[in-house]
């Protein structure tokens, strides 16, 4: 049986299966990332909603795993050397999870990094422009009377979207045809942008085809309807 009471966190959240990947997360587009790529991998685990609505994220217990106050976060009992591991940071978890199960992630090098700044890109770019064309456009932002905020980060992410489209021209997924952790890192900020933001006719999305049609493929993956759908929210 695992021991993960060196994990603070434990103690708010209990684990019931502890010799399972614990999942500390909120089904948004950082949280799916996870949630999906282990639907994805078939790698089993153990979900901990951490509701933000009771500042969940705020608390001591939270912050000794992830001191940054973000989810999604994780613990392997099973880590590197057979010894319990946290980790926070969506893009690190997708790239370690790849690597523990030699999946979704090419083994060879060139392709593997290429894969690898694709997800560097993800972060960077797409997570916080996307997110403040949601902030501006649906919430508390979009009381703001100066729109040139928000026009800044529609342009930006119009700019991105044409990025990725680019990359996408005659290709199925963001790596030929090799679905990746790349594609995971994007899917659910792509949706969330023109769902749940509402910015679909902001930022002109129609107009990019080959993003389009990549994001129906990903969204009819049954492991991303899976992975979309964890945790339950409250």
């Not at 608390?59 to 106050?69: D, H, I, K, R």
């Amino acid at each position: 049986m695992s021991d993960l009471s060196a994990f603070p966190i434990t103690k708010r959240w209990p684990a019931q299966h502890p010799e399972l990947l614990q999942l500390y997360s909120l089904p948004t587009p950082n949280g799916v990332k996870v949630s999906i790529m282990l639907e994805e991998i078939a790698l089993p685990y153990e979900v901990h909603l951490v509701d933000f609505n009771k500042d969940d994220q705020k608390t001591p217990e939270f912050l000794s795993l992830n001191p940054n106050g973000k989810i999604p976060a994780i613990i392997d009992p099973n880590g590197p050397g057979g010894k319990p591991l946290g980790l926070f940071e969506s893009g690190a978890i997708l790239q370690y999870l790849a690597d523990k199960t030699g999946q979704l992630l090419p083994a060879d090098a060139a392709r593997r990094y290429q894969t690898i700044q694709w997800l560097h890109f993800q972060m960077g770019g797409i997570g916080p422009m996307f997110g403040q064309v949601g902030f501006f456009h649906k919430f508390a932002g979009k009381e703001i009377a100066d729109k040139r905020l928000l026009e800044r980060y529609v342009n930006e992410s119009k700019r991105l979207l044409g990025v990725i489209d680019s990359g996408l021209a005659g290709r199925q997924w963001i790596m030929d045809d090799e679905y990746t952790i790349a594609d995971i890192s994007m899917l659910g900020w792509v949706r969330n942008l023109i769902g749940f933001y509402g910015a679909r006719e902001l930022v002109a999305f129609d107009g990019f085809v080959n993003v389009s049609a990549w994001l129906d493929r990903g969204l009819a993956r049954p492991a991303v309807k899976r992975g979309l759908d964890v945790p339950k929210r409250p």
